[in-house]
């Protein structure tokens, strides 16, 4: 109970004391399961086949096979990278709305869903889908709340936005496919009816949804909190957009155990771990490895100017199933930073680097002050 109260207060320092107070190269968790401590097994074990062997967990039952996923994989990171120039094109406007402060990380979700709105589910669906996505995304489905009340809110709108997209999933199948319009129909795609019923597709286009919402909408909040903090002068940036990108996934990356529950005996540093064992990578502590990273407890977007300081870097994964939209999701990242600072000045106030566990790493809330300045005459900062 100890070690639980401790990672909720602050999940990172929890690891980080874990690790410090072991040595050895795959530790014990106290909640259960094991971490790779080593950054050099850790690597061997997320490239290793034998890790890998069967399906994705993260689909689950919903989506077993392994070739399955890979498709639903390209199909979606072929949608997003289409509606890359429609994202681009909502930024501005969706920017504009924000009021001199706005409270993050929420405010950070509610933008990211405005410019992903029409690849989620087309301007001309029929029905109230696409408002109830709408709430889903402004309520807490896509993110998980911190408190019960919240989630228990947002279980109700999530049972209403499942039943919606099944009522739609059903009406598009008795239709001609075509080019995929958005993510619903890449996910009819990829799941004949003979094989999934329309109720599944819904569940794993709400899957998706939340798959590309909460890691996009945390990473952009902790950039914007990490970068604000690290320069408080009224004056832009010095950092290339793309640096505190990377800079931000870095040092605060969103995931927070990369891990899965064996299929099958592994032997990793000399220990062989059975079936059914949960063997997983904290990404957090591979970016604070101070072998591979010169001083990695500070935020430094600079290091990222050449190649000299780069350790292990997996903020999306690495191996077979690493991410499948991690270059979509950078250049989204990348984007929307590039709009939020783009002929303004940034400053937060109530800031904690702490993060707060959610499915992942999100940072505490915020207020972001934007002030717009006048338009200089040559603008590089997206680098």
Same mark, same amino acid.
Not at 34 to 40: A, I
Not at 164 to 179: K, N, Y
Not at 242 to 267: Q, S
């Given at each position: 109970?100890g070690?639980?109260t401790?990672?909720?207060?602050?999940p990172l320092?929890?690891?980080e004391e874990?690790?410090?107070?072991s040595?050895?190269?795959?530790?014990r968790l106290?909640w259960? +399961?094991w971490?790779v #401590? /080593?950054?050099?097994l850790?690597?061997?074990?997320l #490239?290793?086949?034998e890790?890998?062997?069967?399906?994705?967990?993260?689909?689950?039952?919903?989506?077993p096979?392994?070739?399955?996923?890979?498709e639903?994989?390209?199909? $979606?990171?072929g949608?997003?990278r289409?509606?890359?120039?429609?994202?681009?094109a909502? !930024?501005?406007?969706?920017?504009?709305t924000?009021?001199?402060g706005?409270?993050w990380?929420?405010a950070g979700?509610?933008? &990211?869903y405005?410019? !992903?709105a029409? =690849? !989620?589910?087309?301007p001309?669906?029929p029905? +109230?889908?696409?408002?109830?996505?709408?709430q889903?995304?402004?309520?807490g =489905?896509? $993110?998980?709340p911190? @408190?019960?009340?919240?989630r228990?809110? %947002?279980?109700?709108?999530r049972?209403?936005l499942?039943?919606? &997209?099944?009522?739609?999933? @059903?009406r598009?199948?008795r239709?001609?496919?075509?080019?995929? #319009?958005?993510?619903?129909?890449?996910?009819l795609?990829?799941?004949?009816?003979?094989?999934?019923?329309?109720r599944k597709v819904?569940?794993?286009h709400?899957?998706?949804?939340?798959a590309i919402?909460?890691?996009v909408?945390a990473?952009?909040a902790w950039?914007v909190?990490? %970068?604000c903090l *690290?320069h408080?002068?009224?004056?832009?940036?010095?950092w290339p957009i793309? *640096?505190v990108?990377r800079e931000a996934?870095r040092?605060?990356?969103v995931?927070w155990?990369?891990?899965r529950?064996?299929? #099958?005996? =592994?032997?990793?540093?000399?220990?062989?771990?059975?079936?059914?064992? !949960?063997l997983? $990578?904290c990404p957090?502590l591979l970016?604070? /490895?101070?072998? @591979?990273?010169d001083?990695p407890?500070?935020?430094?977007p600079?290091r990222?100017?050449?190649?000299?300081e780069?350790g292990?870097?997996?903020?999306f994964?690495?191996g077979?199933?690493?991410? %499948?939209?991690?270059?979509?999701?950078?250049?989204?990242?990348?984007e929307?930073l590039?709009?939020l600072t783009d002929h303004?000045y940034?400053? $937060?106030? +109530?800031?904690?680097t702490?993060?707060?566990?959610s499915?992942?790493?999100v940072?505490?809330?915020f207020?972001?002050h934007?002030?717009p300045d006048?338009?200089?005459? *040559?603008?590089t900062?997206?680098?």
């Amino acid at each position: 109970m100890g070690y639980r109260t401790r990672l909720r207060r602050d999940p990172l320092a929890c690891i980080e004391e874990l690790s410090r107070d072991s040595t050895a190269e795959v530790m014990r968790l106290p909640w259960g +399961g094991w971490c790779v #401590r /080593d950054s050099g097994l850790a690597q061997t074990l997320l #490239r290793d086949p034998e890790y890998h062997t069967g399906g994705s967990v993260f689909f689950g039952e919903l989506l077993p096979a392994r070739g399955a996923q890979v498709e639903l994989g390209r199909a $979606v990171r072929g949608l997003l990278r289409a509606g890359l120039p429609r994202y681009r094109a909502a !930024l501005p406007e969706a920017v504009a709305t924000l009021p001199p402060g706005s409270r993050w990380p929420d405010a950070g979700t509610r933008l &990211v869903y405005r410019c !992903l709105a029409d =690849v !989620l589910l087309h301007p001309g669906t029929p029905g +109230g889908s696409r408002e109830l996505m709408r709430q889903a995304a402004h309520g807490g =489905v896509a $993110v998980r709340p911190p @408190h019960v009340w919240q989630r228990a809110r %947002a279980e109700l709108v999530r049972a209403r936005l499942v039943t919606a &997209v099944a009522e739609e999933a @059903h009406r598009r199948r008795r239709q001609t496919a075509g080019e995929p #319009r958005d993510m619903l129909d890449a996910v009819l795609a990829v799941c004949p009816e003979a094989e999934m019923s329309d109720r599944k597709v819904a569940d794993l286009h709400l899957m998706m949804f939340r798959a590309i919402m909460a890691p996009v909408s945390a990473a952009l909040a902790w950039a914007v909190l990490l %970068a604000c903090l *690290h320069h408080t002068r009224p004056a832009p940036w010095p950092w290339p957009i793309d *640096h505190v990108v990377r800079e931000a996934l870095r040092h605060r990356p969103v995931p927070w155990m990369l891990g899965r529950t064996l299929p #099958r005996a =592994v032997e990793l540093g000399g220990t062989v771990f059975p079936p059914g064992e !949960l063997l997983s $990578v904290c990404p957090y502590l591979l970016h604070h /490895d101070e072998r @591979h990273w010169d001083s990695p407890d500070t935020f430094r977007p600079e290091r990222w100017a050449g190649d000299s300081e780069h350790g292990p870097y997996v903020p999306f994964g690495m191996g077979p199933f690493s991410c %499948a939209g991690a270059a979509v999701a950078h250049t989204l990242l990348t984007e929307s930073l590039a709009a939020l600072t783009d002929h303004a000045y940034l400053a $937060v106030t +109530g800031g904690d680097t702490r993060a707060a566990m959610s499915e992942g790493n999100v940072p505490r809330p915020f207020i972001l002050h934007r002030t717009p300045d006048h338009p200089p005459a *040559h603008d590089t900062r997206r680098g």
